[in-house]
Every structure is written in structure tokens, then in C-alpha cells.
């Protein structure tokens, strides 16, 4: 011990990660597609290097610690270089959703103060749709060459233009990352990472029983870089020495399959419509892709089908389901067949890969019923699960949502399961009111009292329905008044002023009252039954 700090003080940081990357595995390869379909290769040790210019760049634009620096990019090797350049200068990487409504980015950004933001050329028409929401200080746009639109910076510029940050030494609690997270009503609720936090979930992501992330491997996220950290994948990429594919917006099978197929990728992770689609494409070609490389699909984000992992097991291609969260930076479970499972009958371990997974390490479940009290893991007691661990946030940015976590520390998912005696679990309901549609949210709440503001609607109820493409899709229920008259095609034009296209429901299902409960609550269980999967 020396000065009183041992060596258990040493703190985890981002700046470890990136260090490491740096200096043990500089020349593993960094290939981004760019929105031209054309191909950038640079290496993890390039990208370290930019990423200590770049951190100086915005030291002198006046970025200093615990400053936001937000980003509205795609996975491309410019994301990687903030991942790398923010947290170990101080300051906090704020990564923007690009496909939800300008409304609700101007929120974020306000909410969020961020001070600069980084877009890349083919987002600014995005951009443009929210900028007047927040002052920000600086505008920095990542383009082909080193010219900028007039009153924005041109991103190669700033990085050419910097000498090399020394990285400073930083208390692993403070802030690394954010990102939003959609609730069931009101706005939008900032989740912010800690560089600890992200350290050891880097670490468990790269464990042998979750995703076996090694230096010989390379990483295709499917899953943005602005979704909750892309699960993990490049800081683990940075922490293990695996190279990484970032494709870029363009996520058709055809496109991804190519890549996976080209840069010979071992571990790839995204969401299952994008899986879904990428099967059907095998399937139909299947001999046009070598995937002989590929060894690891993650699959989570949404309940994987049972159809999903046989038929990727036709192609020789193991899924592994996870399940995670925005709140948990994000992993927390994984589906690994056990070895005691190895011998059974293909139904048995179907039945089990079909279910979300054991807590990964340092990860803590427990599930609880109506009246608070725990279940037994008998598979059989429904409870909403809460965790809680290391990377577990510990609340929401200004202190909103406090209902998401009990008094003794631990985070309600809202997500309703059943444990077995494994610690196994299975997502039997949802007990929050939204709609996961291609992974991404739609809050059944906010679309319910926006048709509820169209002077012919008395009563609407937004329910969700399973669909083939992308898991789940809005269905609208519809009283109007008395007298009244509305199409389904007036109802959406009213929804799209305020939400995204896709959020906008597919169906409208005109009744003259809908249920309620004895509190006077919809009673969704019965629309269901009607006009749902229930009733099918
Ligand atoms: P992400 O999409 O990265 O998982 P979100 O915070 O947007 O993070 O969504 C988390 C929610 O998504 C969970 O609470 C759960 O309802 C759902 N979810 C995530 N993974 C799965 C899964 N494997 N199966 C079923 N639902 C899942």
C-alpha cells in the first residue's frame, strides 16, 4: 500500500479499454460501410490515435468534464472514434437515436444540455428537423472530405488539425456514457453509464459463457452504436483485441449476409426482425455466403422464435438469445445450452434456448408478484423481474422514474417471467404498456391520448399484435363520438405530425365504446382477445 490507496482503489476505466486496444492490438481491422455502400478500412490502433486528437479538438472547442457530446451517427469508424476519444477525456458520449421523431430528439437533446453534437452528412436533413430544440455550442459534421456546411465543423479537419490528448486520470464513477430510453408515458428518461460500469460489463460480455470475445474474432453490431452501447460490443472489441465491421445504415440481409460473408466475421448481434430477414435470404441462396467464420449470433432485444433457432440450426448457426435493457447498459442474461442439457432431445433444448437466459455474472435477478411478495423459481409463479449489479443504473437523469426501483436497490424491468430451478427465464408478459416494433419502442400511452386529441375521437386504445417482420406492430381501437366520422387514413395523418412514420398503427378498429374496468381503465386483455393474437 502505498499513500494509503491500494490496489483495489485502481479504477476501471474506458481509458483502459482504449489504451489497451492501442498498444496490444493496434493493428486489428476496423471496416465501416459507409452510406454509399462504399468500404473504409482503418484498425483499432488508428482509431485510438484519432480518438486522442479528436478528444483534444473538442478540449479546445471548450468540451471540458462531465460535458455532453452528442452523436447522431451510424456504426461507422467516426462512432467508434468518439467511444474512444469521450469518456477517457472526461467528458460524456450521448449517442442520438436518428429514427425517432424530431419532436422527441429536441427533447433529449435539451434534457440531456448536450454542448456539441457530431452528425454524420447523410443525418443532416435529420438533424435539421430538430437543431432549433437546443443551442448547441457546436456542430461538427463528419463528411467525404474536410468541407462542412457554412456555421458547422468539418469533423477530418478538427481530428487533423489536433495534437494527441494525454488521457487523464479519472475516478471510475464518473459518467462515461448516456443514452434514452423510452418510457410507457411522458418523456423520453436519460440513462447514464458509469466508466466502472462499463467496464465490467465489457468484461462479462467477453466471457466464454456470453459471448467468447477473443483477440482472434471479429464483431459485426448489427445493433447500433447509438442503441445502449451497442450491447457492448466495441468496448469489448477494445478490451479483447477483436476486430470490429460496423455496416453502416444499410441493414437489408442481403447487405449484412455480404458483409458477415467478406470480412469473415465470427460474432455478430442485433435484433431478431433483422435475423428474421436474413434467414429468409439463406434460405432462399442457401450457398451464395461462405459464413464458415461466423460461430456466435446474439439475438435479443426481443423474444427470439423457436422457428428463428431451428431454422438458422439448418444452416449450421448457433442464435443465442439474450435479454437486456437500455437501464443495464445493456446485457443481462444469455441462453447458453448447458452441458447438462448437451444429450436431450432436440424439443428439450429448443424449449430452453427459446427462453431469455441466466443472469451473467454479477448480474442479480429476483422476480416479485402482486402483492411484492418473491416467487419460488419453480417455473410455474409469474413475478415482474428486477436485478440489480454493477452496470445496473441506479436512476434516471433529473432524478425522474424513481417507480422503476425499489427502496432496497434494486431495478423493476417491468417485464413479467417465470424462473425455473436453473434460474432460467422465460418473459411470459410485459407489465409496461408499449410496443416493440423492428426493437425499437412505441409507447401505447402517448398514442392513445394523441388520437384522443382529434376532435372526432371519444375513446382509443393502443394495443400490440404480433407480426411476422417485425415482431410486434401498433393496433389502434377507436370510439369516436356521436355523430362523428373519421378514416383510418385521417387518424394517421393526425398521429404523423407527432410520431414517427413507423410508430403510426397499421390498423384501426372502429367499436362504439371500448371496455373498461371497474377503475375505468381500457381493458386491454379483452381487446386483445378481440382483435389481438389472443384471438386468433
Ligand atoms: P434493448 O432493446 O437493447 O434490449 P430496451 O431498453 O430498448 O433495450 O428494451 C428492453 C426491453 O426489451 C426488455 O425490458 C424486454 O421487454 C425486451 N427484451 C429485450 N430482450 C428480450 C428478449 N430476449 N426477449 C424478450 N424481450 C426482450
Excluded at 469521450?86 to 427533447?107: D, Q, Y
Excluded at 425499489?406 to 431495478?411: R, V
Excluded at 405530425?497 to 413507423?502: E, L, P, T, Y
Amino acid at each position: 500500500m502505498i499513500n494509503g490507496l491500494s490496489t483495489d482503489d485502481y479504477p476501471l476505466t474506458v481509458t483502459s479499454l482504449v489504451e489497451r486496444a492501442e498498444r496490444f492490438h493496434p493493428h486489428r481491422p476496423v471496416v465501416s460501410r459507409r452510406p454509399d455502400a462504399s468500404i473504409h478500412r482503418t484498425t483499432l490502433g488508428e482509431c485510438s490515435r484519432r480518438a486522442r486528437q479528436l478528444a483534444s479538438a473538442l478540449r479546445s472547442l471548450g468540451i471540458g468534464d462531465g460535458d455532453r457530446v452528442a452523436t447522431l451517427l451510424w456504426n461507422q469508424s467516426e462512432h467508434l472514434e468518439l467511444y474512444f476519444a469521450v469518456p477517457p477525456m472526461g467528458a460524456v458520449i450521448h449517442t442520438l437515436n436518428p429514427r425517432l421523431h424530431a419532436e422527441e430528439l429536441g427533447f433529449i437533446v435539451a434534457d440531456a444540455d448536450d454542448r456539441v453534437i457530431v452528425v454524420d452528412e447523410s443525418l443532416l436533413e435529420v438533424f435539421s428537423t430538430f437543431r432549433d430544440a437546443h443551442a448547441f455550442e457546436h456542430v461538427i459534421v463528419v463528411t467525404h472530405d474536410r468541407s462542412a456546411p457554412e456555421g458547422m465543423l468539418a469533423y477530418e479537419n478538427l481530428v487533423a488539425g489536433a495534437q494527441p490528448m494525454t488521457w487523464p486520470v479519472l475516478d471510475e464513477r464518473r459518467a462515461a456514457a448516456m443514452c434514452y430510453t423510452s418510457g410507457t408515458t411522458g418523456r423520453p428518461k436519460g440513462v447514464v453509464y458509469s466508466h466502472r460500469a462499463v467496464v465490467l460489463h465489457s468484461l462479462v460480455i467477453a466471457l466464454p459463457d456470453t459471448l467468447a470475445v477473443s483477440a482472434r474474432d471479429v464483431l459485426l453490431p448489427v445493433v447500433p452504436l447509438f442503441h445502449a452501447n451497442a450491447w457492448g460490443l466495441p468496448y469489448a472489441a477494445a478490451l479483447a483485441g477483436a476486430g470490429l465491421v460496423l455496416p453502416g445504415p444499410r441493414l437489408d440481409a442481403v447487405s449484412v449476409l455480404d458483409l458477415l460473408a467478406d470480412e469473415r466475421v465470427t460474432v455478430t448481434a442485433g435484433v431478431p426482425t433483422v435475423w428474421m430477414a436474413m434467414l429468409n435470404a439463406l434460405d432462399a441462396e442457401p450457398h451464395r455466403w461462405d459464413l464458415s467464420a461466423l460461430r456466435g449470433l446474439a439475438v435479443g432485444g426481443a423474444a427470439v422464435p423457436r422457428s428463428m433457432l431451428e431454422g438458422y440450426d439448418r444452416h449450421g448457426l448457433t442464435v443465442l438469445q439474450m435479454w437486456g435493457m437500455t437501464e443495464l447498459a445493456p446485457l443481462g442474461t444469455a441462453c447458453r445450452l448447458p452441458q447438462a442439457l448437451e444429450h436431450s432431445t432436440a424439443d428439450e433444448q429448443y424449449d430452453f434456448r427459446s427462453r431469455q437466459g441466466v443472469a451473467v455474472p454479477l448480474m442479480e435477478i429476483r422476480a416479485r408478484n402482486d402483492d411484492g411478495a418473491l416467487i419460488p423459481w419453480d417455473d410455474t409463479a409469474l413475478g415482474e423481474l428486477e436485478v440489480r449489479g454493477p452496470w445496473v443504473a441506479a436512476g434516471y437523469h433529473r432524478g425522474r422514474g424513481a417507480d422503476n426501483f425499489t427502496s432496497d436497490g434494486w431495478f423493476r424491468t417491468g417485464d413479467i417471467v417465470r424462473i425455473d430451478e436453473r434460474g432460467c427465464i422465460r418473459i411470459c408478459d410485459r407489465a409496461k404498456d408499449l410496443v416493440k416494433s423492428g426493437g425499437e419502442w412505441i409507447s401505447s400511452v402517448d398514442l392513445e391520448n394523441h388520437l384522443m386529441a382529434h376532435p372526432s375521437v371519444a375513446q382509443a386504445a393502443v394495443i400490440a399484435v404480433s407480426d411476422e417482420r417485425w415482431g410486434e406492430r401498433p393496433l389502434a381501437v377507436v370510439a369516436l363520438r356521436d355523430g362523428a366520422t373519421a378514416e383510418p387514413q385521417d387518424l394517421r395523418r393526425h398521429l404523423e405530425r407527432d410520431f414517427a412514420r413507423w410508430q403510426v398503427p397499421d390498423r384501426f378498429e372502429f367499436v362504439p365504446a371500448i371496455p373498461c374496468t371497474a377503475t375505468g381503465k381500457f381493458k386491454k386483455t379483452q381487446l386483445r382477445e378481440t382483435f389481438g393474437d389472443a384471438g386468433r
